[in-house]
């Protein structure tokens, strides 16, 4: 019986009840509790024998005789612990079968696809990171791209990033500046370089990026960026290690320690030369505010102030102050238009 004693109803124990009282019951004896059917009799002798509250006499084979409740849930969680064992064992000789079919699994689709696979379902895409992950040996590269980093994504993804740090895996992880105004992304940071990674930010940053020990890379379709693109070829994923060191080599330290003013003022400066930069370039605000990980609203506030600063009326007035002060001549300089407010929206 799934559920032991629970299932026992009061007829059940009304023959238990009888059975102590006589000392067993005669397997053919019309004594019985009042009110039961012979057939009733025989349905709860059976449910008492399942839970072993009844067994067979030793020395009475014609009958039956009552057990003590200690002994008969001993005999049944005894018979439920090999039970369990046996699952266990079941378990270990799944995953370790698992591990064979997923190189075999593996190799057949890279064969199969050239190395390239689309998937469109995020279960199974969650699915294949977490096992990607879990089998990571020595590193783990990622960008994130955008400035607001969501908390629920950020707590889902903590423990198994703690998982591989504390094997030994070197993890390393790009976010754009504006990512340092974000405080569950900063907390996360905080976490993580604890246990030994390294989390960089730079100004501007490419699609989101995943690779796991150098082989294995996810990207996002660029038809539909809730798909993921899974990429083994070798050497395209030699290509996206490429792009991710030249950016990483670029980027500067996520310096958790600084309070929030210190962090802005060390960030308004590259955000301001980028966005000038970018308005000179003639792209939309809607654009420039992606490439920089930041809301439209943000953007277009910082846009309103340099204007202000520049004593510009207009981008093409702007864009002629801008050249003529020589702003983005030496990307060292630091006389960018200043007193431009952090803030994101």
Not at 86 to 104: F, P, Y
Not at 232 to 238: F, K, Q
Request: glycine share 6%.
């Amino acid at each position: 019986m799934e559920n032991g004693f629970d299932d026992l109803d009061p007829e059940d124990l009304a023959v238990y009840d009888l059975a102590i009282k006589k000392g067993g019951l005669p397997l053919a004896n019309d004594s019985r509790p009042g009110g039961m059917t012979p057939q009733d009799v025989e349905r709860s002798v059976a449910r008492l024998m399942a839970v072993r509250l009844l067994r067979r006499s030793t020395t009475r084979p014609e009958a039956l005789v009552p057990v003590a409740p200690q002994t008969a849930a001993a005999e049944l969680t005894s018979a439920l612990a090999s039970e369990v064992l046996e699952r266990q064992r079941a378990i270990v000789r799944i995953a370790e079968g698992k591990e064979a079919l997923v190189a075999r699994y593996t190799e057949g689709m890279a064969a199969a696809t050239g190395g390239v696979h689309l998937l469109k379902d995020l279960h199974k895409i969650r699915l294949l990171l977490e096992e990607t992950a879990e089998r990571c040996r020595f590193e783990v590269l990622t960008a994130q791209p955008g400035g607001v980093r969501n908390p629920e994504v950020l707590a889902d993804a903590l423990p198994r990033d703690r998982r591989m740090l504390e094997r030994g895996v070197a993890m390393r992880t790009l976010y754009q500046r504006t990512t340092r105004y974000n405080q569950p992304a900063r907390a996360y940071v905080e976490e993580v370089t604890a246990l030994g990674a390294e989390v960089r930010t730079s100004t501007e940053l490419f699609n989101r990026l995943i690779i796991f020990d150098r082989e294995t890379a996810f990207i996002p379709d660029h038809t539909d960026p809730a798909a993921a693109v899974v990429v083994r070829e070798p050497s395209i994923v030699a290509f996206l290690l490429d792009v991710f060191e030249r950016s990483w080599q670029a980027a500067d330290a996520f310096d958790t320690g600084s309070n929030d003013r210190e962090s802005s003022r060390s960030i308004s400066g590259d955000v301001k030369r980028s966005i000038l930069k970018l308005l000179a370039e003639g792209l939309k605000d809607e654009v420039i505010a992606r490439r920089l990980g930041m809301s439209v609203r943000t953007c277009r506030k910082h846009i309103a102030a340099i204007m202000l600063q520049l004593g510009a009326t207009s981008r093409f007035q702007g864009g002629y102050v801008t050249h003529r002060l020589g702003l983005l001549d030496n990307p060292d300089q630091n006389d960018a238009p200043s007193g431009i407010e952090a803030q994101d929206g």
